[in-house]
C-alpha cells in the first residue's frame, strides 16, 4: 500500500492504482471519457487532468500509476490536487477542444438525457465557442443492424474499438486517418459480427454509436425503470428494463460482478421488440378445425373436460421460458390428478434426479477467472451464452489453455480441438491424448459440458465419460471448495425444473415418450407450459393445451390457447445455470386478457376438483419454500463440491460413444425462444449474419 | 491532408513478386515470430513499391502474411500520408508546399503541375505522370523541392521543372539534384561567409599556450 494525498486527504491505495483509482478511492470525482474500468487505457480524451504537485502541467490521471510519483523533498507523500483551478482551466480547454468538432444537436440525439458529454459540458463547458471555423463533417458508417452510427459526434475516445478488441473479440473496429481526420470504421464498412454489440452503444459517451432499433423511441426521463433478470440464456443476466406506458422499450445491463459483470448478449438487449409482436392477448379454442377465440371461463373449461376424466393419460412439458412458479403449480396440480407425467425438459436432457451438483455450472460463472485448464464438451458458449464466452476468453488473455471436443467454431480465443465426438474423451481418459498432462498440471482445472453433449441418444453414456473425466484428473475436489464440474444450459427454466423435480416420476414418461403416446393414443392430454422448441404430436391426436405467451409452434398445434404473461411481466424466480435463484419483477402488465401462468393453473385446478393451496404469489412461495428450501436463497450462487458419497464416476450410464459430431443444439444464436422468433430486430441480425457468416478472427 | 479512403475501383487481386517475397520474408525474420506485425509498415512499402500504391487486396494479402487483423493494417495504410490509396502515374511528383518552398516558388510548381498534369492525384491520360502537394520534405535550404520517384529536385523554377516534366513525358530519364548547379546545400552562388584565403593558409594563426598542458621539461644538458 502506498500513500497519497489526495484534495489534503491522506489515503493509502494499492501501489498499481491509477491516479484516477486513487482520486475515486478519495472520493474525488474525476471526469472522464476514454478510461473504462473493464477496458485496457488509452489516455487519450485528456479529461481526467488533474495537478500532481511537482509536475510541470497537468497529469492525465488515468494513465498514470501511484508507485510512478515522486515523494516531496522530505519523503511526503505525493500530493494531488483535482479541486485546484489550475484542473479547473485544464479539463475545460479540453472541454473547450471536444466541443470545437462536436455537434450541437442534442435536441435530435438519442443519447440526449444520458450522454456523458453533455452532463460533463455542464460541469467545464464554457458559455461560448471561441472558433469560427467550420465544424468537422464525417460520413456516417454502417456497422450492421444494431449500431446506427452520427459519427460527426464521435470524440474519439477508441472505447468501442477496444471493446470490439479485447472484450467481444472481433478486431473488426479501427480508427482509419489520422489527426482530425481520424475516423471510426469497420473494415470496408462491413456488418460488426460479435453477439455483443450492443455494449458498445453503452459504452460510448457521446451520441456517435446510438441503438438502431431504438432510434427516436424514448427520452430516457420518460422510462420507468425496473430491474429485473434475463431469461434468452441460461446466464441469468441482471437487467434493466426500460418501459413506457405498458410498454418494454428497451433493456440495459445492470452490473453484476459475478454474472455478467455489465455486459449483455444482443438478444437480451434487443429481442424486446417481439414481446410487442405476436403476442397471444385472449384465450382461443379449436373448434372443426380452426382457432377461435373464446372467453376465460370457456377456454377453462374446456381444459377442464381434456384433462379430468383422463385420470393419468395426461402429461406435462415446461418449456425454456417457464418459471418455476408456474411449474411448481403445474407439478402440484398434476400430482393432484395422479399424473406421473411431467418432463421440464423438452430436448431430452439426461440430467435429473440425484444431487443438484450434477446439472449445475459448479465453480460459478466467476469461478472461470480462476480456472487455468478449461475443456469444453459439446457446448459453443458464443452462441450459448456470449457473456460467459466473453469471461472464457479473459481467461484465455490472462493464460488459461482451452479445448473443445465438438463441432470446431470461432470461440473468439484459441482452443485446441481434440475431436468432434465423444472419442475425444475416451482418449483423453486413456491419457492418448497430449491435452491430458494439462487437466493433469492445472490448478483448476474445469469442465465445461454442454446441451450439445446432454440431449443426445447416447448422451447417458457422455456423461458417464465426462464423470469419469472428473473422477480420474480430479476436476472437483482437487483443491478445497473447487468443483469445476459445469454444465452450461441454454434454457433460462432448466435448472429451476430440476431443481423443482419436474421429471417424470415413477413409471411416468419423459416429453419425447409423452408426444409419442398423444400420437399413440395412449395419452389424451398434453399441457405445454411454452413447449415451441420440440416436434408436438400430430393434429387431431388428443387436446393440446398451450400456456405461453407467443404465437409460436406450440400455438399453432394447440386446441386450447391459454394466453400467459412474459418474463418482463411477472413477478417470477428463475434459476441460472449457476445454480443462482433470482427474481424477475414486473415492468409491465400481461397484454391483453393474459393472466400470470401460475394463476391460470391455480384456476383451472379449481375446475377439476383439485384446488391448489395458494391464492396469491404470496402465498405459492410460500408453498414453493416450505416444499423446496433450495429457492429460498435468493441471489446467491452455491459454488459447491459435491456432496459426501457422491461418485462423480458414477453420473449418466455405460454405454457406447456414437461418432457423430458433438453439436450445439443452438442453430442460430438470434432466434432460439419465441419471443427472439417474434422479433423483428432478431430476424434482421439473422439474415445479416447468414449473409455474411463469421470469418475466422486473426489473432 | 484530408480524409483517406481507398480508392472506388480495385483490382482483383495481389501477389507478392517472387523477388520481394523474398525482401518480405527478410523482413518478416527480423522479427520474433509473435511480433511479426511489426513488419507492417515495411510490408506495406513493399507493396507500393511493387505496384506503385496500396490496394485492398494487398491490403489483406500483408494482413495474412503478418496474422494481423485486416482493419489494424488499413488503420496504418490510411494513418501515414506517404502510403497512397489510389493508382499514381509511372513518375509520381510531390510537390513541397511547406512554409521556406512556398516563400521560394512552391505555389508556381503547383500551377505548373494543374496545367500540365491537372488535379492532385489524377493520373495523366498516358499513365506517366501524378502529382500531389506533401509537406516538408526536409531540404528547406534548396527550397523548392519537389521528389520525382522519391529523388529530390532542388533548386527549381517553373522552367526547369517544367524542363523536367517535358523530358520525363519524352521517355527521358531526369538526373536528380540541384537546379542551378548547387553543391549539396551549399549557398547558391558559392559560399558568402568565410571566403578569405587567408583563413586557410595558416597566416592568422596565432600561437598559443594552451592551459593544463604539460610544461616542456628542460632539456638535460648534452653530455
Not at chain 1, 448422451?459 to 472437483?476: D, E, K, P, Y
Not at chain 1, 421429471?503 to 409423452?514: K, T
Not at chain 2, 529530390?152 to 539534384?177: N, S
Request: aromatic share 6%; charged share 25%; net charge negative.
Amino acid at each position: 500500500m502506498t500513500k497519497i494525498i489526495v484534495d489534503g486527504t491522506e489515503i493509502d491505495v494499492p501501489p498499481e492504482y491509477t491516479l484516477l483509482q486513487a482520486c475515486e478511492a478519495a472520493g474525488a470525482e474525476i471526469p472522464r471519457f476514454c478510461y473504462h474500468e473493464r477496458l485496457s487505457i488509452a489516455g487519450n480524451c485528456r479529461m481526467c487532468l488533474v495537478e500532481v504537485k511537482g509536475a510541470p502541467k497537468p497529469v492525465a490521471s488515468c494513465a498514470q500509476q501511484v508507485r510512478d510519483q515522486r515523494p516531496g523533498p522530505n519523503g511526503e507523500p505525493p500530493v494531488v490536487n483535482t479541486r485546484s483551478p489550475l484542473v479547473r482551466r485544464a479539463r475545460e480547454g479540453v472541454m473547450e477542444f471536444l466541443l470545437i468538432n462536436h455537434p450541437l444537436d442534442c435536441p435530435v440525439c438519442d443519447q440526449g438525457g444520458e450522454c456523458d458529454l453533455q452532463d460533463q459540458a455542464i460541469g467545464y463547458g464554457r458559455a461560448g465557442s471561441r472558433f469560427d471555423e467550420n465544424k468537422r463533417a464525417v460520413e456516417d458508417k454502417f456497422m450492421g443492424p444494431l449500431i446506427k452510427t452520427v459519427m460527426n459526434r464521435c470524440i474519439q475516445c477508441t472505447r468501442c474499438v477496444r471493446f470490439a478488441t479485447e472484450i467481444a473479440g472481433v478486431p473488426e473496429l479501427g480508427a482509419s486517418g489520422r489527426g482530425e481526420d481520424m475516423e471510426i470504421t469497420t473494415y470496408l464498412e462491413g456488418a460488426l459480427t460479435s453477439e455483443l454489440q450492443g455494449n458498445m452503444v453503452d459504452l460510448c459517451p457521446v451520441g456517435a454509436l446510438t441503438s438502431k432499433p431504438y432510434a427516436f423511441n424514448a427520452r430516457p426521463w420518460e422510462l420507468r425503470r425496473t430491474e429485473t433478470i434475463d431469461v434468452m440464456d441460461a446466464l441469468g443476466s441482471n437487467i434493466r428494463v426500460d418501459a413506457r406506458q405498458g410498454e418494454v422499450l428497451r433493456v440495459l445491463p445492470r452490473v453484476q460482478e459475478e454474472i455478467n459483470e455489465e455486459w449483455i448478449s444482443d438478444k437480451t438487449r434487443h429481442a424486446v421488440d417481439g414481446l410487442r409482436r405476436q403476442r397471444l392477448d385472449r384465450p382461443y379454442v379449436r373448434v372443426d378445425g380452426r382457432l377461435r377465440e373464446a372467453s376465460w371461463g370457456e377456454a377453462l373449461s374446456m381444459a377442464a373436460d381434456a384433462l379430468r376424466p383422463c385420470g393419468g393419460a395426461v402429461g406435462a412439458i415446461a418449456g425454456d421460458l417457464a418459471c418455476v412458479e408456474s411449474m411448481k403449480a403445474t407439478l402440484d396440480l398434476f400430482t393432484a390428478l395422479g399424473s406421473p407425467n411431467v418432463d421440464g425438459r423438452p430436448d431430452g436432457l439426461v440430467l435429473g434426479g440425484g444431487p443438484r451438483e450434477s446439472w449445475l455450472f459448479n465453480a460459478g460463472i466467476a469461478g472461470i477467472d480462476e480456472a487455468d485448464a478449461i475443456l469444453l464438451v459439446g457446448t459453443n458458449p458464443r452462441i450459448e451464452a456470449p457473456v460467459l464466452n466473453a469471461r472464457l476468453r479473459r481467461a484465455w488473455l490472462r493464460g488459461a489453455e482451452i479445448a473443445s471436443v465438438g463441432a470446431a467454431a470461432d470461440l473468439t480465443y484459441r482452443v485446441t480441438q481434440l475431436g468432434e465426438d465423444g472419442g475425444a474423451l475416451e482418449r483423453l481418459l486413456a491419457g492418448e491424448e497430449d491435452w491430458a498432462t494439462r487437466l493433469e498440471g492445472a490448478r483448476r482445472p474445469m469442465v465445461i459440458v454442454g446441451q450439445g453433449a446432454l440431449i443426445r441418444p447416447d448422451s447417458a453414456a457422455l456423461l458417464r465419460a465426462v464423470g469419469q473425466l472428473c473422477a480420474r484428473f480430479g476436476i472437483s475436489g482437487r483443491e478445497a471448495g473447487w468443483n469445476g464440474y459445469c454444465v452450461l444450459h441454454t434454457a433460462a427454466a432448466r435448472v429451476g425444473a430440476l431443481d423443482l423435480g419436474f421429471v417424470p416420476g415413477p413409471g411416468g414418461l419423459d416429453a419425447a415418450a409423452m408426444v409419442r403416446a398423444m400420437d399413440a393414443g395412449s395419452l389424451s392430454a398434453l399441457w405445454l407450459l411454452g413447449v415451441d422448441e420440440i416436434d408436438l404430436p400430430a393434429p387431431g391426436r388428443g387436446t393440446v393445451i398451450y400456456v405461453g405467451t407467443h404465437g409460436d409452434r406450440g400455438a399453432h398445434r394447440a386446441d386450447i390457447v391459454l394466453p400467459a404473461a412474459a418474463y418482463t411481466e411477472k413477478a417470477a424466480i428463475f434459476v441460472n445455470t449457476e445454480g443462482r435463484v433470482q427474481m424477475t419483477q414486473r415492468a409491465a402488465f400481461p397484454k391483453g386478457a393474459a393472466r400470470e401462468d401460475w394463476a391460470i393453473v391455480r384456476a383451472l385446478s379449481e375446475r377439476l376438483g383439485h384446488r391448489l393451496p395458494y391464492d396469491s404469489h404470496a402465498q405459492l412461495h410460500q408453498r414453493l419454500l416450505a416444499d423446496h428450501p433450495v429457492f429460498a436463497s435468493l441471489d446467491h450462487a452455491p459454488r459447491r463440491d459435491f456432496p459426501a458419497g457422491f461418485d462423480v464416476a458414477s453420473l449418466g450410464a455405460a454405454g457406447t460413444l456414437s461418432s457423430a459430431a458433438l453439436v450445439s443444439p443452438v442453430r442460430d444464436f438470434y432466434l432460439t425462444n419465441p419471443i427472439a422468433r417474434a422479433s423483428v430486430v432478431m430476424a434482421e441480425c439473422a439474415a445479416s449474419r447468414r449473409a455474411a457468416p463469421v470469418l475466422m478472427a486473426a489473432e | 491532408m484530408s480524409v483517406r479512403r481507398l480508392a472506388l475501383n480495385q483490382p482483383e487481386g495481389f501477389a507478392f513478386s517472387p523477388a520481394s517475397l523474398e525482401t518480405a520474408n527478410w523482413w518478416l525474420q527480423k522479427y520474433p515470430a509473435d511480433r511479426r506485425q511489426s513488419a507492417v509498415i515495411p510490408l506495406l512499402w513493399l507493396v507500393q513499391k511493387l505496384e506503385g500504391w496500396v490496394s485492398e487486396p494487398a491490403i489483406r494479402v500483408v494482413a495474412e502474411m503478418l496474422g494481423m487483423p485486416r482493419i489494424r493494417v488499413y488503420e496504418v495504410a490510411t494513418f501515414y500520408t506517404m502510403f497512397h490509396l489510389q493508382p499514381v502515374g509511372r513518375h509520381h511528383l510531390q510537390v513541397c508546399g511547406t512554409t521556406p518552398c512556398m516563400l521560394r516558388g512552391a505555389n508556381d510548381l503547383k500551377a505548373v503541375c494543374r496545367r500540365r498534369i491537372g488535379a492532385p492525384f489524377a493520373v495523366s491520360a498516358d499513365g506517366l505522370l501524378s502529382w500531389e502537394e506533401v509537406e516538408c520534405l526536409g531540404a528547406c535550404a534548396n527550397a523548392p523541392v519537389v521528389a520525382i520517384r522519391d529523388l529530390y529536385h532542388e533548386d527549381l523554377t517553373p522552367q526547369t521543372f517544367e524542363a523536367r516534366i517535358d523530358a520525363l513525358l519524352r521517355g527521358e530519364d531526369v538526373q536528380p539534384g540541384s537546379a542551378i548547379g548547387r553543391q549539396k546545400s551549399a549557398p547558391e552562388g558559392g559560399p558568402a561567409t568565410l571566403v578569405d584565403p587567408a583563413l586557410y593558409d595558416g597566416s592568422l594563426a596565432v600561437p598559443v599556450t594552451l592551459p593544463n598542458r604539460p610544461q616542456p621539461q628542460p632539456q638535460p644538458a648534452e653530455a
